[in-house]
């Protein structure tokens, strides 16, 4: 009966809902996920809250995963990734890499949650200076600093007296080949500068946009208290290009409402970096034959109404392995994957495979 | 994770100063002045969060920074019509540093609330703007015509520095009896509250009797503080002149007190709102409303005698319609009166378009002249004229002689302006008619 069980691949928010959600319909799961702890992204990249609510990443993370682990259906395999899959819906064999060696398991179907990664900003041919100037910093590289409460200026470990956020840093753009909005990031940078405002009160913060997209409730939550009660600065103007001025950083840009140039001073420059597939993603599109779109997010033929049944009969995916996801998205996107996946094993089973 | 190649920090070539080359002669220009701007515009660099922090410290200014940029105020505020302010520009330059407490912008708000009416962010610039125009004049930093009006408010408890004792005077024309409290005290129902323009104005005065006509002929008992009313002063506290204002409210409450009456009925929609929403934050409560208001429910009993044979279009007082949601009253009267044709201009009622009279812009005249195309009132007045109407009619005292003045300076002296109960005293065979 071990043709039963269904094999999730990746231990980040998706993956984690996903195994769950198998688990709570009576199903066994085997999670295999490469790193040595679960979590995901926002555990690995040492998020400080979780975007939204402002609960603190790494306990929210820690109890999805407690709840999977205490689950008698469920079982874990840390330091393992895939290395093949054959057999069809209802009958696949999955051949698997860890500590212990090699093996092939054998499962009803697969859930792919291999998630993304942040774009590079030293790539291309923006001008941020990302690896020129330490005072330059990516999201998660601030995440990291909040989560230690140690917001500080890389070059002389001083706290900054201005910082901003440049938007739409490796997205929307043709010119990069990211034409997606990644989704995130509006809320993301506007959380992290409400964060920067709590910990930093003396710190004047700036966020330098195309267009503000805070989805649904992030509007509410997120981008009117930043502006009305954190007194976060909101210039509708992309920056171009950031340049070294007597030890400060001068940011360049246009002020589209004004329609005139800027060119202002900052301590620190922080790029609101976008989503791409992760390498896992990538791997497993290949290792497991799932058509990719032409970003290399996982292809779901079926989207917008199926968005987690992939090319391949028997395989799902769920979370950034699909494409830029907020962590609402991961949740959904997880749940359908698990009813489709514990579907496939009922409908054998009528059929009697 | 894939690290990009390693890039050289940009060079910066300092631009030439620019200059124009003739195609012809080869010869070269430098280009001063506002052409030279037009090569190289003015960079933006001074981009803080302290402007808003000093104005938010305000009581009121609290919401300007709340601004999102959207821009949907822009497109109704009356003064970005014919100039270049607009709200939303207000938060952007307090933004690039600019100081609004010793800005011009800050005198050109007329606090006609249209831009709070589709704000999004509800950020309020009636709040907003009184607050910081307090600090500033306490600053001293106020246009000299304003100061005069503060000046002459002060002095003589009315914004044209008439003689109090000449309050009162209009009565002597008004045809009908009107009680005086002060020399004939006791208990009334209707306090008529006059205000300075009507008290005062030549054309002002005509309203008032008409008013009291009308209050006769439906049997009102009414009567007026004369003397010791003073004005009410709503668009002084608008101004920026918080204090002058609560001195004012002060002696008017004491006034009040020693008088009784039942309510309150005054055909300033400033007081009206001062009486309606300010008083009671102070403590001071009456029963209070604009006389359209008063009017609208007895136009049954108005004894009409004669048909009104015009073409009326009618202009919603900022105060009266957006500020209090009174749109209907003013109408109503309108229509019962016989003959009257009413046709609405584009800009009524929610969306009418200000005489550019309140919140200090009636003392604010030449100021506003040097940073508009045109008044307010001009513009309001030929969107009157291009409705076809031969009569404007007003229910608020300050706009029977602005818009007086601006049907002359924009050629349409074919169209009177009336307050509405020079309409029904008319109807009434009264002598207001004009």
Not at chain 1, 26 to 51: C, K
Not at chain 1, 64 to 79: M, N
Request: glycine fraction near 10%.
């Amino acid at each position: 009966m071990s043709g039963q069980r269904i094999v999730v691949l990746g231990g980040g928010p998706a993956g984690l809902n996903a195994a769950l959600g198998v688990a709570d319909l009576g199903q066994q799961v085997l999670l295999v996920e490469p790193r040595e702890f679960l979590g995901g992204t926002p555990v690995a990249e040492r998020y400080a809250s979780i975007t939204g609510s402002f609960e603190d990443a790494e306990t929210a993370m820690a109890r999805l995963a407690g709840r999977l682990t205490e689950s008698a259906l469920a079982e874990v395999r840390l330091g393992t990734r895939a290395i093949s899959l054959e057999g069809s819906p209802g009958d696949m064999r999955i051949g698997l890499e860890g500590p212990g060696g090699s093996e092939v398991v054998t499962c009803g179907s697969v859930i792919v949650a291999t998630g993304f990664q942040h774009f590079d900003p030293g790539r291309e041919t923006q001008l941020y200076g990302y690896y020129e100037y330490p005072d330059v910093l990516a999201l998660q590289d601030l995440e990291s600093m909040l989560k230690d409460r140690a917001v500080v200026r890389p070059s002389n470990g001083q706290p900054p007296e201005r910082l901003c956020f440049v938007q739409c840093v490796g997205s929307r753009d043709r010119n990069i080949g990211n034409e997606y909005c990644s989704k995130v990031c509006c809320g993301v940078a506007s959380k992290e500068a409400i964060e920067v405002r709590e910990q930093l009160p003396n710190c004047e913060v700036f966020i330098f946009y195309i267009d503000m997209r805070m989805y649904g409730y992030w509007e509410s939550q997120i981008y009117w208290p930043a502006q009305e009660r954190h007194h976060v600065q909101y210039v509708k103007g992309i920056i171009t290009e950031v340049l070294e001025r007597n030890g400060r950083l001068l940011v360049r840009g246009e002020d589209t409402t004004m329609g005139r140039p800027m060119e202002v001073l900052m301590d620190m420059v922080v790029l609101s970096v976008g989503m791409e597939p992760s390498a896992g993603t990538r791997e497993m599109a290949r290792i497991l034959g799932l058509a990719q779109n032409k970003y290399g997010f996982i292809d779901a033929p079926g989207s917008p109404l199926d968005t987690v049944t992939t090319s391949r009969p028997g395989v799902f995916a769920a979370g950034a392995a699909l494409g830029p996801s907020d962590l609402e998205d991961c949740a959904s996107s997880a749940g359908l994957a698990a009813l489709r996946a514990v579907s496939v094993l009922r409908q054998s089973e009528m059929i009697g495979t | 994770m894939p690290v990009g190649g390693r890039k050289q920090p940009p060079v910066v070539v300092e631009k030439p100063e620019a200059t124009a080359v003739s195609t012809i002669s080869g010869r070269s220009w430098e280009l001063p002045g506002m052409w030279n701007r037009m090569f190289e515009p003015r960079v933006l660099s001074d981009y803080t969060a302290t402007g808003f922090a000093r104005i938010a410290g305000l009581p009121g200014g609290e919401s300007l920074e709340w601004c999102y940029g959207c821009g949907k105020c822009v497109p109704v505020c009356p003064v970005d019509l014919v100039g270049e302010y607009g709200p939303r520009k207000i938060h952007r330059k307090v933004q690039t540093g600019m100081d609004l407490f010793s800005s011009d912008d800050l005198w050109l708000c007329t606090s006609c609330a249209n831009c709070l009416r589709v704000c999004p962010k509800e950020v309020d610039m009636t709040k907003v703007m009184p607050a910081v125009r307090e600090a500033a004049i306490g600053d001293g930093m106020v246009p000299a015509e304003l100061q005069d009006v503060f000046e002459k408010t002060f002095r003589n408890g009315n914004c044209l520095g008439e003689n109090p004792r000449r309050r009162n005077a209009w009565t002597r024309a008004a045809g009908v009896p009107v009680r005086v409290l002060p020399t004939d005290p006791g208990a009334v129902d209707v306090l008529f509250y006059v205000e300075d323009y009507w008290s005062y104005h030549p054309r002002g005065q005509q309203a008032a009797q008409c008013f009291a006509r009308i209050l006769a002929a439906l049997d009102v008992d009414f009567a007026i503080l004369g003397p010791e009313e003073k004005t009410l002063g709503d668009s002084q506290r608008v101004a920026g002149e918080k204090g002058l204002f609560e001195a004012l409210m002060e002696d008017v409450a004491a006034t009040l007190d020693k008088y009784e009456f039942k309510r309150i009925v005054t055909p300033d929609p400033h007081g009206f709102n001062a009486l309606k929403k300010v008083y009671p934050k102070y403590g001071h409560n009456y029963e209070v409303s604009h006389y359209t208001q008063f009017l609208a429910p007895l136009v049954d009993k108005i004894p009409f005698r004669s048909e009104v044979r015009h073409r009326v279009t009618f202009h919603d007082p900022c105060y009266l319609g957006r500020h209090n949601g009174e749109y209907d009253a003013p109408r109503t009267i309108l229509d019962a009166i016989p003959g009257i044709e009413l046709v609405e201009m584009g800009r009524c009622r929610e969306n009418g378009y200000c005489c550019g009279g309140g919140g200090g812009g009636m003392w604010l005249d030449g100021f506003t002249a040097n940073h508009t195309s045109e008044r307010l009132s001009e513009r309001r007045v030929r969107e009157a004229a291009e409705t076809g109407a031969d009569v404007l009619a007003v229910c608020c005292p300050y706009e029977v002689s602005r818009f007086e003045d601006a049907a002359k300076s924009t050629g349409n002296d074919q169209l009177r302006v009336m307050d509405i109960v020079e309409l029904v005293d008319m109807a009434m065979g009264g002598t207001g008619a004009v």
